[in-house]
Every structure is written in C-alpha cells, then in structure tokens.
C-alpha cells in the first residue's frame, strides 16, 4: 500500500527522535507541541519528557488543561515557572521581546534536560512557522534546541490532519501564543495589563468564538476574530463592551480585517521601509 505524504512525514519524524535517544519537549498543549510529545512517547517513551512552563503571560486555563491532556495520553510530565515579565529588556516590549521570553524558558528546560541526562531539547515549530517574524527561533539556535517537526516538514495543516487521525483532541485546537503578543511594541508589559486582555478574551470564548486575539492599545482593547464569528461579535456586542470595559479598556473595537497570525509585527514592515531604519 502506497504511503500518503503525510505518513511518510510521520516515518521521518520517528526516525529522527528515535535517533535523538531522549528528548525533552516543550510542550504547551497546543496543536503542535501536543502531536510531537506524543509522537516522542510512543517512539522514545520514558525517555521522552514533556515540560509545560507557566507564567503571568500565559493564562493559566492553558496550564491546567496541558497538564490534564498530558496526563490523559500517558505523557512523563512536568510544570515549571517561568519568570521573563521580571526582566526588564522584556516588560519594556521592544522587537525582540520574544527573544528573551525564549531564552528565559529554554535555558530553564536546557538545565532540567542536562540534570536529567536527557541530550535534546525539542520545540513545537512548524515548516509554516519560517514564514513568520520569530526572533524566539534565534534563542532556540543559540541553546540547540531542536525542531523536529520543521525538520520533517510539517505543515500546521497537515499536523492537524493526523492529530485528528490519531485521536488528539489539540487537532481543532485554535492557535495560541503569549498574552504578550497581544501588545504592540514599545508598550510596556505588566500583570495588570495581562490580567485586561486574559479577562476580555476569556469571555469571547464563553460565547463561543474561537480563534481569538484581544490587541492592547492603551485604553483601547482591538478585536481579532475570523470573519464566520464577526455575527457573534455583532449579536453580543453590547454585553462585549460592558465585559471588555469592566476588564478596564475604555473603548471596543473590531479589527474589520479579522483574526491574523502577528498583526502587530505589521509595523516592523513600514519601519524598516523607512529611510535610516
């Protein structure tokens, strides 16, 4: 029987943790993270680990919810704490800020994998991904994490396609990133400003929308949903602004361009179009 692409995708990722020997995955419950952990406990198991980290900038339904999948697929699990909102450089929120978020977090998992005597440490990228402005991608190859699944080639898409074969509840999953993402650059990051966007998004979801984002700009809380749940933003939209404006926004918005993948990198693109930048 001839081999679809996607399980000749899957065969090359189970040779190349295989060949790893132990790997230790950072694992957040998402799409991604969630198919390679498992894939890496069925080829390596107990020398397969999967760390969920947890910090102010990540809501903490997120945490929870990793850490009962994990236990619910038979993963070797641990929850760590992660402490980049300390750092200065990343609550200023410059460019980079994703940067020092990664090199906060994989240092932490490069020193629990060497106490461990576990030789790789693995992350959740796709091929999709080095599409993207992704400065964390520089810490990773600074401190040798691996990328199996870019590695192999998988898409977002087809990781969801066999996620779903396989039984993962993660495969509709919708994407997720930092609450920091939520932030555009140059504003400063606190914990009372995460807390307004978490609280904000969280009550989106209650009412059924899916993928999200919830943009801080000051006083003003920005809107990003796919445009098939723009109707339930219209049906809801007086209960949303009480909502949003309890969470402490002054003002509600909706993005008429919809939900995308790193809107506020948008204005990296016009600044290093201007002269001297």
Known sequence: MTMTKQEKKLNHLQEILAAYGGALVAYSGGVDSTFLAKVANDVLGEKALAVTAGSETYPQ?????????AHKLGLRHLLIHTEELEDEHFAANSPDRCYICKKELFGKLVAIARQSNIPYVLDGANYDDLADYRPGTRAGRELGIKSPLQEAGFTKEEIRMLSQQMGLPTWDKPSLACLSSRFPYGERITKEKLNMVALAEDYLRSLGVGQLRVRHHGNLARIEVTSDDFGKIYASAGSIV?????AGYKYVTLDLQGYRTGSLNEVLDSLAQEPGV
């Open 61 to 69: 339904r997120e945490v929870d919810a990793a850490h009962a999948l």
């Open 242 to 246: 009480r909502k949003i404006k309890e």
